[in-house]
């Protein structure tokens, strides 16, 4: 069984997404959004290491390694690690919006179990956009590119500013944030960009 709520789908005036001319260029990886993110940063051991690459239009493609640490059961993959994949790949789809946003709603079909050693394959796109409200859906396959659909995923994102993430975060991990230049550079790009 599929489907989505009534949240996740877009409103009769939502138009479809535009790629920023600045988007990193087809088969470019997009690299980590943030060190220390669970789902894409290098500094989180037992993080998910998933690794997003732009795709045409406002698509990405993304691999993720399922390991020991990501077990729910016995040798398979925690769904809310499967989940965290999902609103990963989804969030760096907005990479090539050249938007700052943050996930609203998120739902997902489990369809398969993805066993640890996996390789999850997975793409996304942005089907619509309306104001600050980013729809966007996204497919896990296992044993190749073109495997067996195991998780599919329906997202909102929405636009926010850095100071979301200013006003909100533990001061820690904030002042260092915003004490790497490049890590405050990029987030204010991305906040002034039309
Ligand atoms: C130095 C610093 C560096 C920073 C560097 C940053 C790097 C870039 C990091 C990115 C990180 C990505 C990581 C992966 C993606 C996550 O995992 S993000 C983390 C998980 N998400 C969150 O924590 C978000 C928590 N929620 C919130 O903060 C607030 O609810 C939101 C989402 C910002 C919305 O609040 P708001 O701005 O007050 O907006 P609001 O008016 O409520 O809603 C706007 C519209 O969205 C709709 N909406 C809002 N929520 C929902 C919902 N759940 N369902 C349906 N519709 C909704 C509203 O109905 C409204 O619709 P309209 O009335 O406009 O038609």
Known sequence: ??????????????????????????????????????????????????????????????????????????????????????????GSLNWLLRVIAVTGRLETDYVRPVPVGTVLHLEAEVTAVSGRKIYSTATGRIGGPDGPVAVRGYALFIEVKVDHFIDNGRPEEIQAAMSDPDQVRRARAFEVNP
């Open 1 to 90: 069984m599929t489907g989505t709520s009534a949240a996740l789908t877009p409103p009769a005036d939502a138009i479809p997404p535009v790629r920023h001319p600045e988007a990193p260029a087809p088969g470019e990886l997009l690299g980590a959004h943030y060190e220390h993110c669970f789902g894409c940063g290098g500094g989180q051991p037992h993080g998910l290491h998933l690794a997003a690459r732009a795709g045409e239009g406002v698509t990405v493609t993304a691999e993720f390694t399922v390991t020991p640490d990501h077990q729910g059961a016995p040798g398979l993959a925690h769904g809310g690690v499967l989940a965290t994949a999902l609103d990963e790949t989804l």
